[in-house]
């Protein structure tokens, strides 16, 4: 949500999962959970970062049993699988650089 605090993107899934929540049950009967996680995104991260960041979020919502929403800690970068996947393109990248047109 564009131009949203941490706090209000919170407040906002912690509606929408409630929302959620009586819909299906108010529609089935069946007594669910919803659980969130929700990130900051900062002008130096990109989509991969922010992505990686509120998946973080959400895995810990789960870990802690659900029906929660977590935000992620700010600026924690390269962790998980997507952060490796981010390391081996730095890598290549990195590796490639020096190297003339006939090297590669």
Do not use: C, Y
């Not at 089935?28 to 998946?55: F, N, Y």
């Not at 895995?59 to 981010?86: C, D, I």
């Amino acid at each position: 949500m564009t131009g949203t605090s941490l706090g209000a993107g919170r407040r906002a899934a912690n509606r929408v999962g409630d929302a959620v929540k009586r819909a299906v049950e108010q529609s089935t009967g069946l007594q669910i959970t919803a659980s969130a996680g929700v990130a900051e995104w900062h002008t130096r991260q990109s989509m991969l970062d922010l992505l990686e960041a509120s998946d973080r979020a959400l895995q810990l919502a789960k870990a802690n049993g659900g029906a929660e929403v977590h935000s992620a800690p700010p600026e924690r970068r390269f962790e998980g699988f997507l952060g490796l996947v981010r390391r081996t393109q730095i890598r290549r990248t990195k590796a490639t650089a020096g190297r003339s047109d006939g090297d590669r």
